[in-house]
């Protein structure tokens, strides 16, 4: 299985992006899809996280300007990115909880990670 980010870039503060992560490879399902970020001397963090029913959540530092989404049908996630801030610079990982076959083989899998900057 394979996870692969895009969308990632340079902005201005205020600016918007949107990240999309799309998952390939032997897939019988996937749970929990979430959005992690790291910034130079920081710790990972998670920003956001989607359930295969929809339900969501995300880190305080983000709620009202983020928003995650994923399509079952496409093993895709995104993250719509609004009034970010130069806080908000690192680079962004997807994470994806896999079951790769009815028998409950489940794995996380990570992608190579998106670096999004905000800097006037």
């Known amino acids: 299985v394979q996870l692969v980010e895009s969308g990632g870039g340079l902005v201005q503060p205020g600016e918007s992006l949107k990240l999309s992560c799309v998952a390939s490879g032997t897939i019988f399902s996937i749970n929990d899809m979430k959005w992690y970020r790291q910034a130079p001397g920081k710790p990972r963090e998670l920003v956001a996280a989607v359930t295969n029913r929809g339900s969501t959540n995300y880190a305080e530092s983000v709620k009202g300007r983020f928003t995650i989404s994923r399509d079952n049908a496409k093993y895709t996630m995104d993250l719509q990115m609004n009034s970010l801030q130069p806080e908000d610079t690192a680079v962004y990982y997807c994470?994806?909880?896999?079951?790769?076959?009815?028998?409950?083989?489940?794995?996380?899998?990570w992608g190579q990670g998106t670096q999004v900057t905000v800097s006037s």
């Open positions: 994470n994806a909880d896999v079951l790769v076959d009815g028998l409950g083989s489940r794995w996380s899998y």
